[in-house]
């Protein structure tokens, strides 16, 4: 998954990285360092623990040795390849052995240089042997291969992590660079949509007498103009939170109002608009549900076709807007109420009106549903 990030997602992308892969290479070498250090021990303890019993066991054959009158060769014990050994008088004079260096006797178990050495007592003087002394030699390549192994196994968890940070990351910032790039979409739409009527407006007023048809078009111009912002200030400005100061109102008058109030449209596209209205009282703020029922209507009259039908009904307490339009893929109408969505880019809109209708719905405890079908229409049912 490539993501193109512009400077301040570059950014707050690297901080993300710099300081989840920085506390993760610390934890994971804190780890790490324990480890090797009780592995180490673990080890001393395990060579300790051979080198005691060599020597319990070479204690052994010298007291037999002696006890039994038999015959005892030390030189064989010179022929051990991972030891090296020596034998002492009481005076810690070495009878015999391989090990060069001066002993400290007070010491039964110590480490000199790289080995560990140990010192015994146990043969108590049988043969002329006091003090038996081991040196090992195969601590230093164990210690070795630990900390090729810990480096192997850490780098290989650290570089798991690493690819995980930056699969989070993407995971994190994708959402971002979509939001980012539908508002960018929203701004390039809305000035297109703005930019529209603005026009027809300009154009309109080029003449000092003005035509009917030219009077039409700056109505119908200055209603779109008048209705953007009125969506942009509910969905941007307004704060939704605050109580509406909702009362009864009779449905059937404001949509007659409603419908009247887009006549100029309704009329530039020939649309045939059946009104099927009951009387119906309830409690809403007058300004959303204006809102409600016009995003609801302008979408009917939008994206109808030329001589097309609208039919609004209003009864027991449900109204449905029908239009013969291009309707909508069955595969997009779970998304029609995202913001800043369109199902389809041949007409104008910058995607935000259902999402106004949806956020009065849930406001309202209103609900709402879907039916259509390409190229046959779109019906919306409001539950009230």
């Known amino acids: 998954m490539v993501i193109n990030l512009i400077s301040g997602e570059k950014k707050a992308l690297l901080r993300f990285l710099f300081l989840y892969l920085g506390s993760s290479f610390i934890l994971i ?3 790490a360092f324990f480890y090797y250090e009780n592995e ?14 060599e020597v319990s066991l070479l ?4 007291i037999y040795a002696h006890m039994t009158n038999s015959d005892f060769d030390p030189s064989l014990l010179l022929k051990n390849k991972k030891y090296k050994m020596a034998l002492y008088n009481v005076n810690k004079e070495k009878i015999l052995g391989n090990l060069v260096h001066k002993i400290d006797f007070d010491l039964s178990f110590r480490k000199h240089g790289n080995n560990y050495v140990l010192t015994d007592d146990s043969a108590l003087g049988h043969l002329g042997v006091y003090y038996i002394t081991l040196e090992e030699h195969s601590y ?6 630990l900390q090729i192994e810990i480096f192997i196994f850490f780098s290989s968890i650290y570089f798991f992590v690493t690819l995980l940070a930056f699969y989070l990351a993407k995971l994190f910032i994708a959402p971002i660079k979509e939001e980012r790039i539908k508002l960018n979409n929203f701004i390039k739409d809305s000035t297109h949509e703005l930019n529209t009527p603005l026009t027809a407006i300009v154009m309109s007023i080029q003449n000092d007498n003005l035509s009917t048809k030219q009077i039409q078009r700056i109505r119908i111009s200055a209603k779109r103009i008048s209705d953007i912002y009125k969506d942009l200030r509910y969905l941007f400005l307004e704060n ?16 007659k109002e409603q419908v009247e109030s887009l006549a100029p449209q309704i009329k530039q596209k020939k649309i045939n608009v059946i009104l099927d209205l009951e009387s119906t009282l309830y409690k809403i703020k007058q300004e959303d549900f204006e809102r409600l029922f016009l995003n609801l209507l302008n979408n009917a009259i939008k994206y109808n076709k030329i001589e097309g039908k609208i039919s609004v009904i209003l009864k027991n307490n449900t109204l449905s807007i029908e239009d013969s339009g291009i309707g909508i893929n069955k595969d997009k109408i779970k998304d029609i109420f ?16 259902l999402s106004i209708v949806e956020r009065i719905c849930e406001e309202y405890s209103i609900n709402i549903q879907v039916k259509s079908e390409e190229k046959i229409g779109t019906i919306f049912t409001l539950k009230l």
């Open 29 to 31: 070498l804190i780890i």
């Open 40 to 53: 180490k021990k673990l080890y001393a303890d395990l060579i300790k623990s051979n080198m005691n019993y």
């Open 59 to 62: 204690s052994s054959k010298i």
């Open 140 to 145: 230093t390549n164990k210690v070795e291969h």
């Open 240 to 255: 939704n939170d605050e109580k509406k100061d909702s009362i009864d109102l009779d449905l059937s008058i404001l949509i």
């Open 338 to 353: 995202k913001r800043y969505y369109r199902a389809t880019s041949e007409q104008g809109g910058f995607g935000i009106g």
